[in-house]
């Protein structure tokens, strides 16, 4: 293996090489590059900016994140990958996302999106990662180029954020704009598919649109492809993949279709009981799995995640319901009670739920952030605690953390997207 800092120089770098001593270069004291670079791969992602001004030999490395990010996929685990929290507090164009550990408690800023002048407010979208990249698709914002302005209006824009690079880039737009839809990403055929959703924006409760229409991006290619739609309208869905390669389906779970009226006036959402499935290495044909629970048992599919284990034939498919934790049987197509929350919140839709590393992650703030109103914002004195409730479904085991985010706006799970990445 080459020394992975002289091959990391840029060229503006490379002639003060030449005249400076080659002492300056030296990784570690002592040891050969090589065997230095695999050291430092060792550190946890979120500790990269920390370890940069150490000195300059560790600020070139750890800059030529192509290098780095390829030494730790290739002599790392998996378990030791550091599987990252992805949170966007709020439009991307505005709050910077940030990455969280929870092994180290770290956190690591995400530069701003791209911001177009023309629109604002950007909700509901989706953000998913096929590693070193980190994707944000579609959601629900206002353009002040149409009429009328306080109507929200369904995007089709698509950005990705590379690692490598530290850098955003637009990629092609769907085929059709979209919010609230399910979506999920084929990380070893680089592909991500995209199904439903709506304009729905989150200042507004009901009211918004709703479609059928299936997608599928291709990443090398920069390409979408229409799909066969679903059986029918359908928003605020969930959607995740089961089995692999010519066993592979998308599964599409609960969301919104048709509305009702209260009293004439008040618009009221009818949330689905079912799911469907697309097989897709069949065509791409749908088969519908009909009602998983029963009339009166819960008004509407609670929040989803899925955990992946080599042990188990088909992944994880758990949902946090209130204060209890279900887990989905698909012989029976039904919700099965797992575990309920040792502390429950006090409000159920502030809880974010996350996957990592085969655990579920419940969090929530412990205290309020609160934003003067003066032309800089700053926090209170009681600055926000993330408490973190994590259950292990191969122990039943729970466990607790908390840490203080490093943010400067109010964290709301309700509206907050989170995704996960392995780096």
């Given at each position: 293996m080459s020394p992975p800092c002289s091959s990391s120089f840029s060229s503006e770098e490379q002639p003060q090489q030449r005249t400076q001593p080659a002492q300056t270069l030296t990784l570690i004291p002592g040891l050969p590059n090589d065997l230095s670079a695999l050291i430092l791969a060792f550190v946890p992602y979120p500790h990269h900016s920390r370890l940069k001004p150490?000195?300059?030999?560790?600020?070139?490395?750890?800059?030529?994140?192509?290098?780095?990010?390829?030494?730790?996929?290739?002599?790392?685990?998996?378990?030791?990958?550091?599987?990252?929290?992805?949170?966007?507090?709020?439009?991307?164009?505005?709050?910077?996302?940030?990455?969280?550990?929870?092994?180290?408690?770290?956190?690591?800023?995400?530069?701003?999106?791209?911001?177009?002048?023309?629109?604002?407010?950007?909700?509901?979208?989706?953000?998913?990662?096929?590693?070193?990249?980190?994707?944000?698709?579609?959601?629900?914002?206002?353009?002040?180029?149409?009429?009328?302005?306080?109507?929200?209006?369904?995007?089709?824009?698509?950005?990705?954020?590379?690692?490598?690079?530290?850098?955003?880039?637009?990629?092609?737009?769907?085929?059709?704009?979209?919010?609230?839809?399910?979506?999920?990403?084929?990380?070893?055929?680089?592909?991500?598919?995209?199904?439903?959703?709506?304009?729905?924006?989150?200042?507004?409760?009901?009211?918004?649109?709703?479609?059928?229409?299936?997608?599928?991006?291709?990443?090398?290619?920069?390409?979408?492809?229409?799909?066969?739609?679903?059986?029918?309208?359908?928003?605020?869905?969930?959607?995740?993949?089961?089995?692999?390669?010519?066993?592979?389906?998308?599964?599409?779970?609960?969301?919104?279709?048709?509305?009702?009226?209260?009293?004439?006036?008040?618009?009221?959402?009818?949330?689905?009981?079912?799911?469907?499935?697309?097989?897709?290495?069949?065509?791409?044909?749908?088969?519908?799995?009909?009602?998983?629970w029963g009339e009166g048992e819960r008004r509407r599919l609670g929040k989803i995640v899925v955990v992946e284990d080599e042990d188990w034939v088909v992944p994880g498919i758990f949902m946090l319901d209130g204060g209890d934790i279900f887990r989905y049987h698909m012989d029976s197509n039904r919700w099965w009670k797992e575990t309920s929350v040792p502390r429950k919140a006090l409000d159920d839709s502030s809880v974010g739920f996350v996957s990592l590393d085969g655990e579920l992650y419940l969090m929530n703030l412990v205290h309020a952030v609160y934003l003067t109103e003066a032309r800089r914002p700053r926090q209170n004195k009681k600055a926000a605690s993330l408490f973190i409730q994590i259950y292990n479904p191969r122990t039943r085991t729970w466990r607790s953390l908390i840490t203080k985010p490093p943010l400067n706006h109010h964290l709301d799970f309700k509206t907050a997207v989170m995704c996960t990445i392995r780096l």
């Amino acid at each position: 293996m080459s020394p992975p800092c002289s091959s990391s120089f840029s060229s503006e770098e490379q002639p003060q090489q030449r005249t400076q001593p080659a002492q300056t270069l030296t990784l570690i004291p002592g040891l050969p590059n090589d065997l230095s670079a695999l050291i430092l791969a060792f550190v946890p992602y979120p500790h990269h900016s920390r370890l940069k001004p150490t000195c300059k030999s560790w600020r070139i490395f750890f800059s030529a994140k192509k290098t780095l990010l390829s030494l730790r996929q290739k002599h790392l685990p998996l378990s030791l990958l550091s599987h990252l929290l992805c949170i966007f507090p709020q439009d991307p164009t505005i709050t910077p996302p940030y990455l969280f550990d929870p092994k180290t408690l770290s956190w690591c800023p995400i530069p701003p999106m791209p911001c177009n002048p023309h629109v604002y407010g950007l909700c509901n979208f989706t953000s998913l990662s096929i590693p070193p990249d980190l994707f944000v698709l579609g959601g629900s914002l206002f353009d002040t180029r149409s009429f009328p302005i306080d109507r929200p209006s369904p995007s089709s824009s698509a950005f990705r954020f590379s690692f490598v690079t530290s850098s955003w880039d637009r990629l092609s737009p769907m085929l059709s704009p979209r919010g609230s839809f399910a979506s999920a990403a084929m990380t070893d055929l680089n592909r991500i598919v995209v199904a439903g959703g709506g304009s729905r924006h989150t200042m507004f409760g009901a009211a918004g649109s709703r479609m059928s229409s299936v997608e599928m991006y291709d990443v090398e290619k920069d390409e979408w492809v229409a799909l066969d739609g679903l059986p029918r309208f359908r928003a605020g869905c969930v959607g995740f993949l089961v089995g692999s390669e010519d066993e592979r389906e998308f599964w599409v779970m609960g969301g919104y279709g048709e509305s009702r009226t209260v009293s004439g006036v008040f618009p009221v959402d009818e949330y689905y009981r079912d799911g469907v499935v697309m097989e897709l290495s069949n065509g791409g044909k749908w088969r519908e799995i009909g009602d998983m629970w029963g009339e009166g048992e819960r008004r509407r599919l609670g929040k989803i995640v899925v955990v992946e284990d080599e042990d188990w034939v088909v992944p994880g498919i758990f949902m946090l319901d209130g204060g209890d934790i279900f887990r989905y049987h698909m012989d029976s197509n039904r919700w099965w009670k797992e575990t309920s929350v040792p502390r429950k919140a006090l409000d159920d839709s502030s809880v974010g739920f996350v996957s990592l590393d085969g655990e579920l992650y419940l969090m929530n703030l412990v205290h309020a952030v609160y934003l003067t109103e003066a032309r800089r914002p700053r926090q209170n004195k009681k600055a926000a605690s993330l408490f973190i409730q994590i259950y292990n479904p191969r122990t039943r085991t729970w466990r607790s953390l908390i840490t203080k985010p490093p943010l400067n706006h109010h964290l709301d799970f309700k509206t907050a997207v989170m995704c996960t990445i392995r780096l």
